[in-house]
């Protein structure tokens, strides 16, 4: 479609655009900070932290509240999960701005908008009151107008994307408070991490659809399958990267040794035993306190190995892309970033065991994921055919 056939988008869209998927991944990054710094139930309560809007300076702040019941107040972490709720909730603002800004020339396209987020508002002070089932049912119904909404509008103008992000964002909001009150349950946790990427691929795709930017080459459509085929790929290793991380499986191969017991054998086993029927179990009740692990030895193993393995056919696949990319002059640029970052990728993950899981290295694992992704959706966004 050429520039002048495009419906007109408000002229500030795609800066809001790339300015709330930068901020998206800033708060991946830093919820993986949280994560892997053990601060996920430093508040024990949602949406406030021991009653606070912001969170108790001093053990004795919290004195009386529910929530030190639960646990005691550790200030050190509870800061880091109250900022990244802040984050969570500025980042809700903003979307909610691109989906208005998206549908503000549908027919009752800013109603379902403001509706829907208004009944999500409501449940919120609900749920903090104790009323759990009222507050699910407006979280639900807001949520349906959304979905309703963007299955009857076209994309031509983004509406769709816009308003799906939104649900996406509200959905993110839900895994949050369930995250904390099921304990860091660790399909919960899992979930946040794919809801946090696919809330950012949504976002990467918007972004260039609004900028307006094609890559136009006569192989795009066969390219694009190809690129479909990689993101499927990279969100399945994701998958098992969050899935590791939930059930504390980093180190389950042993960690902080230079010898080869660790990497690439495991437990000094080329194939230790492994549990894989409890390791992949998803479900396992309400009421368990996750944090920590609740998994045996062999199941931590197997699902260490499932990562690993899949690894290498992530990044043999990535791999043989970015070489079939670089065969093409126009793509070299893309070819290289997306082939170097497979490349770090592999070793922060392997540094990741060797030197004992380190907070900054594990986090920058959580991020070469988060570059890898854009690079990819990136090109599925602007690659064209030829008119």
């Keep these: 479609m050429s520039q002048s056939a495009r419906p007109a988008l408000h002229r500030n869209f795609h800066r809001l655009a790339w300015f709330v998927m930068i901020m998206t991944a800033s708060t991946i990054l830093f919820g993986a900070f949280v994560r892997l710094s053990d601060a996920g139930l430093s508040c024990p309560d949602w949406p406030t932290c021991y009653g606070r809007a912001t969170w108790p300076q001093h053990v004795a702040d919290t004195v009386g509240h529910p929530a030190a019941e639960i646990r005691p107040l550790e200030t050190h972490k509870a800061w880091r ?213 609740v998994l045996d030895g062999a199941s931590r193993i197997a699902i260490q190995m499932a990562h690993r393995l899949f690894a290498v056919v992530a990044a043999a696949y990535l791999l043989w892309l970015g070489l079939r990319l670089f065969r093409m002059p126009s793509m070299r640029v893309w070819a290289s970033v997306l082939i170097g970052l497979v490349l770090v990728q592999v070793t922060l993950g392997i540094l990741n065991v060797k030197l004992a899981l380190p907070l900054a290295v594990a986090v920058l694992h959580n991020g070469g994921a988060v570059a890898l992704l854009f690079v990819l959706v990136s090109l599925l966004a602007r690659l064209r055919a030829p008119d």
């Excluded at 407006?138 to 107008?145: F, M, P, S, V």
């Excluded at 795709?205 to 795009?220: D, K, Q």
């Excluded at 054998?265 to 409890?278: G, H, L, M, T």
């Design 81 to 293: 999960e109250q900022v990244h709720r802040f984050l969570a909730a500025a980042l809700g603002i903003e979307i909610l701005t691109l989906a208005l800004l998206a549908t503000r020339r549908r027919r009752f396209g800013a109603v379902a908008v403001v509706s829907a987020c208004a009944l999500v508002g409501i449940g919120i002070p609900l749920y903090m009151l104790g009323w759990h089932v009222a507050a699910s049912v407006l979280a639900i119904t807001g949520e349906a107008i959304l979905l309703v909404a963007a299955l009857r509008w076209s994309n031509i103008d983004l509406a769709r994307a816009a308003v799906l992000t939104l649900a996406v964002v509200i959905f993110q909001a839900l895994l949050g408070m369930w995250t904390v009150t099921w304990l860091l349950k660790p399909i919960v946790v899992m979930a946040h991490l794919l809801g946090g990427m696919l809330m950012f691929s949504m976002l990467i795709w918007m972004a260039w659809r609004a900028t307006h930017l094609p890559i136009t080459l006569a192989e795009a459509p066969r390219l694009r399958v190809w690129l479909r085929v990689g993101i499927a790929v990279l969100a399945v290793q994701i998958a098992l990267g969050g899935w590791v991380s939930a059930n504390y499986a980093a180190l389950a191969c042993g960690g902080g040794s230079l010898s080869l017991d660790n990497f690439p054998r495991c437990a000094n086993q080329w194939w230790p035993q492994q549990n894989f029927s409890e390791g992949f179990t998803l479900w396992r009740g309400v009421g368990v306190d996750y944090e920590g692990g």
